[in-house]
């Protein structure tokens, strides 16, 4: 089966269409020698906790031991690559059995050859990779720069067309067609499949700024400042510093190579891993990244974010630590950094930092800020900031939204609302600002039909989001439509099975279902997720919900 077909299919119909065909006999690879084994199975246990830099120790470890084992030299790579560590990536790659090398390795290998211009010798590499989808993803990223390399632009077009309609891969691979073409110099059909790109669903901002450049070159400097500037794009801090580069009427960049073409790739991958929770593999697509581009700083701020979620600190620290001073992306490692602090309860000093960063006067540190105060549940200092930023940029819907709910969050109402129907004059299809004044309609039992046509459009604009589908299913509890209620906060569910307040609406539906003891469950596992609301949860938990409203029951 071809990888298309497993990205198409998945994993499980993989196994019984190759059952189906031939007879397989499995051989598992060698046991680590007895006296690494406890070694290799700590190893083991720290990835499955991403913690992958302890993991990557014992996997050494073992190494020393047991120096040829494949399944030991596929454990180090993938560790140190997930850690951000190319050197030790690199050394557990050299240390792989000539007859056996594991596909990390190999991929670890044809970056390394790809960025150094030994084009050959990563083909190699990349035909004998053999691994789960998600590597041999990486290898297929990487194989489409061989053969731009090597003057096979059309086999590039060609075989990436059948991706172009798989979510959420189809704007990524329109995107790999664009750069390859735009790097063969074939500007007219670049610039197409860069518009296509661009609209299929796929936000890729080193992409995106070699798309302007190439508008640029062209001598439609107008559309490259419109593409950069608009709603999208223009809060990217690279794609900022493009439009400033346009404006100012600098040198277009660089002719792309093939590893900064391979390296954005891997970056629009680690992306994709990222939104589908496989943190593991975002974090190697990377490392890979900036062993083909040392210079993509967007890999590093997402490296930073990543391990910053899972609780890695000083990993992702010592990552925002090389991001340089003259970066585009060095204001966001501050503020990155901050964030980190208010993950570690020091949220003094975050603040300290985030002030420090707005004292520049860059907006994006200033909103950074206020978002900082709003997030400590400092709402009227973060109203204030929000404020002088309005003042100076009165047409970003953005300012309004957050500060309409920092007004919300201290019972100003009226004033909230006027902010959230500003922000949706300026930017009428918005799914956060529609779910938020469409959630808040239907919670006060205000405007209804209208709040609830809000929060569908939400649905249809972003419909893997776990907070709107929970909106939605609210609506319908709200309005006395039980089927509905319970279908869609049952999917909320699933999308975001850890947020406290999905789990506490779970249970008010099943409870209105009779289903008392689901009911009680799924409060008493929203108490667990630390919830706000905390102490209405634990009367719930008591004594249920009240009697429904006559009216309400009628309706039904």
């Keep these: 089966m071809t990888l298309l077909q497993r990205l198409v299919t998945g994993a499980s119909v993989l196994c019984l269409a190759s059952c189906a065909s031939f007879k397989y006999t499995y051989t598992p690879p ?6 690494g084994y406890a070694d290799h199975l700590v190893g083991r246990v720290a990835n499955l906790r991403q913690d992958h830099a302890a993991a990557a120790d014992r996997y050494f470890a073992a190494l020393a031991r047991d120096s040829d084992n494949a399944a030991l030299v596929e454990g180090a790579v993938t560790a140190s690559l997930a850690a951000g560590d190319l050197d030790r990536a690199r050394e557990a790659a050299r240390m792989a059995p000539r007859n056996d090398v594991p596909a990390y390795a190999r991929l670890m290998r044809a970056s390394d050859a790809m960025a150094a211009g030994r084009i050959r010798q990563a083909g190699q590499e990349l035909s004998a990779v053999e691994g789960t989808a998600a590597q041999e993803l990486t290898a297929r990223m990487l194989q489409t720069w061989v053969d731009a390399a090597e ?24 995107y790999q067609q664009a750069l390859a073409l735009d790097y063969a110099g074939r500007s007219e059909e670049a610039l197409a499949a ?30 490259a400042l419109a593409l950069l500037q608009s709603d999208a794009n223009r ?16 040198p277009a960049a660089e002719r792309l ?30 490392s890979l990244s900036l062993a083909l581009d040392s210079k993509l700083d967007a890999s590093r701020m ?17 990552m925002l630590a090389r991001i340089p001073d003259d970066s585009p992306y060095a204001a966001g490692a501050d503020i990155t950094e901050a964030w980190l602090l208010v993950d570690s309860g020091r949220e003094d000093e975050a603040l300290a930092l985030a002030r420090t960063a707005a004292a520049t006067g860059d ?63 300026l930017s009428p299809e918005q799914p956060d600002v529609l779910n938020y004044l469409g959630y808040t309609w239907v919670d006060r039992g205000e405007h209804m039909q209208e709040g609830l046509a809000m929060i569908q459009r939400a649905a249809v604009l972003r419909p893997m989001s776990g907070a709107i589908i929970d909106s939605l299913g609210w609506a319908y509890f709200k309005m006395g439509d039980y089927a509905l209620a319970l279908e869609n906060l049952e999917r909320a569910i699933e999308l975001s099975p850890a947020d406290p307040t999905l789990n506490d609406h779970l249970g008010d539906i099943y409870w209105r279902l009779g289903r008392r003891i689901e009911a009680r469950f799924q409060w008493q596992r929203a108490l667990a997720l630390e919830p706000d609301n905390a102490a209405a949860i634990e009367t719930k938990v008591a004594n249920g919900l009240p009697p429904e409203p006559p009216s309400q029951a009628a309706t039904r």
């Excluded at 796929?202 to 400097?221: D, I, K, W």
């Excluded at 891997?266 to 929770?277: D, V």
């Excluded at 047409?395 to 129907?421: H, K, M, V």
């Design 30 to 35: 060698a046991p680590p020698q007895a006296r």
């Design 151 to 174: 003057n096979r632009v059309d086999n590039v077009v060609t075989d990436l067309a059948p991706f172009a309609s798989i979510r959420p891969y189809g704007g990524l691979f329109t």
């Design 194 to 223: 860069y518009q296509a790109a661009a609209t299929n669903g796929m936000f890729l901002p080193p992409a995106v700024a070699r798309h302007a450049q190439l508008l640029a070159r062209s001598g439609a400097q107008t559309e």
């Design 235 to 250: 809060v990217n801090p690279e794609l900022i510093a493009a439009a400033q580069r346009v404006e100012a009427g600098a």
């Design 257 to 286: 190579t093939p590893a900064q073409g391979a390296a954005i790739g891997l970056y629009g991958l680690a992306a994709i891993y990222k939104q589908e929770n496989d943190e593991t593999s975002a974090l190697a697509a990377l």
């Design 302 to 318: 997402m490296f930073a974010q990543i391990q910053g979620g899972l609780g890695n600190i000083d990993a992702a620290h010592a």
């Design 363 to 425: 907006l994006r540190a200033r909103r950074a800020l206020a978002d900082m105060h709003r997030n400590l549940r400092q709402y009227d200092q973060a109203e204030a900031i929000y404020s002088e930023l309005i003042a100076e940029t009165p047409n970003e819907w953005r300012l309004y939204f957050a500060r309409g709910a920092a007004r919300e969050r201290q019972g100003r109402w009226p004033e909230a609302e006027a902010d959230f129907q500003h922000a949706l004059e």
